[in-house]
């Protein structure tokens, strides 16, 4: 078979098997998008307030974001403006001082109430008392907030509501939702107070400055199922944004405190780094395992030997005796205390004979015959003569 004729059946199998299965495809296969809302990243995983940050810089004005309020870093200067999502109660005396003192010469200040039901909270904090508003007696309620597009909008369903008595030097300006007739619950959730130069507004939730959507709780039986509290991607709460930072809007720079902390070293490493600590951990423990002792039942101990050191010793000895050997046992005995004798007074083993015992007995302070005695090795047979010497061979080592 040619070369060509082999390329030819080839291509005309692709041609049988492939247009097939191209026609079966497209008639079975249709193409979709979709779109996929990845997580947040960065600053804006911990910011709450990242995109408002973003599209004020956007905008052309100077922002500055901080976890908590630290007036010995934040340079406030009269015409900014501070958006304090940080829970007021937590602020200290002198840091609320401060800060109407900041106000009074110019600055604008937007604080929320405190988050959570009102048993929650010991009270308002220093700030919010100094600026007369109690919302210990007031609990949460949607207030409607009219907008073209959708007139049963509303808003701060989750926020708690608010009294205030302006305490003097300062004065109320404008307010929402007290008395308000379309309104479940009494007490205001906006209020606008001029105090100095500067204002504080206070509202009962800032969820519609965040970036991130939640579903909202709607406490009022006209309010619409399925609404949702967008943050900034929601027109009205864009509008309610810019209308809170009307008053200083583009004069100043903008203080964003998002009342947060960005996730520490150990959350990130439990988080994140799992791909490299799970197998670190699996294989610490499998050398654990291989190094820790058997399970199960516990071993029974090893026999012990049925005779100590001391029963050899003797057993020996008497091997000895029975043998005949008895002068050997005296000249270990004499050789050990000469080894010690050598050590403890070499002058006294350097000697032979009588001026050797006599140097013995000095040395000892025992009579010259008992030492001659104990130097002289016994008859073969004398036991008790065997005995008796090496008693006092014994006794003589010990006292060197």
């Known amino acids: 078979m040619s070369t060509r004729l082999r390329w030819l059946l080839v291509m005309l199998g ?11 495809f497209l008639r079975t296969h249709h193409r979709v998008t979709e779109t996929e809302h990845l997580p947040p990243q960065g600053e804006a995983r911990y910011n709450p307030l990242y995109v408002l940050g973003q599209a004020l810089r956007a905008d052309g004005i100077e922002v500055h974001s901080q976890p908590r309020v630290d007036l010995t870093t934040m340079t406030l200067q009269p015409h900014d403006t501070l958006v304090l999502l940080q829970d007021t109660a937590t602020l200290p005396p002198p840091t609320a001082r401060a800060l109407l ?25 220093p700030l919010l008392d100094a600026l007369g508003v109690d919302s210990i007696d007031y609990g949460s309620g949607c207030q409607p907030f009219h907008v073209r597009d959708d007139e049963q909008h509303v808003e701060f369903c989750n926020g708690r509501r608010f009294g205030v008595e302006p305490p003097a030097g300062m004065r109320l300006e404008r307010s929402w939702g007290e008395d308000d007739a379309d309104s479940d619950a009494y007490g205001r959730v906006f209020a606008r107070l001029r105090h100095g130069q500067g204002s504080v507004d206070v509202v009962a939730d800032l969820e519609f400055m965040k970036g991130l ?22 027109k009205a709460h864009r509008d309610l944004t ?15 405190v998002y009342g947060a902390r960005p996730p520490s070293l150990w959350n990130r490493i439990f988080y994140q780094g ?14 654990l395992w291989q190094r820790a002792q058997r399970m199960g039942s516990l071993l029974p101990s090893p026999a012990i030997e049925r005779r100590s050191l001391l029963e050899h010793v003797r057993a020996s000895g008497e091997h000895l005796l029975r043998y005949g050997k008895a002068p050997l046992l005296y000249d270990a005995v004499r050789r050990s205390f000469l080894g010690r004798l050598r050590r403890r007074a070499p002058t006294a083993a350097a000697l032979n004979g009588e001026a050797q015992v006599h140097a013995i007995a000095t040395l000892l302070h025992w009579p010259h015959a008992r030492v001659q005695t104990a130097l002289n090795a016994p008859a073969s047979q004398d036991l008790n003569g065997l005995r008796e010497r090496i008693r006092l061979l014994i006794q003589m080592r010990n006292l060197l």
């Open 14 to 24: 692709v041609l049988v098997l492939g247009v097939p299965l191209a026609i079966l």
């Open 101 to 125: 003192a900041w106000v009074a010469q110019g600055g604008h200040l937007i604080v929320r109430t405190p988050p959570g039901a009102p048993a929650d909270t010991d009270g308002n904090g």
């Open 213 to 234: 959507g939640r579903p909202a709780v709607l406490d009022t039986p006209d309010a619409k199922p399925g609404n949702y509290v967008d943050g900034l991607h929601d």
């Open 242 to 256: 810019r209308y809170l930072l009307a008053p200083r809007y583009g004069e100043g720079r903008m203080w964003l």
């Open 274 to 287: 799992w791909p490299v600590w799970v197998p670190l951990l699996l294989a610490l423990l499998g050398w």
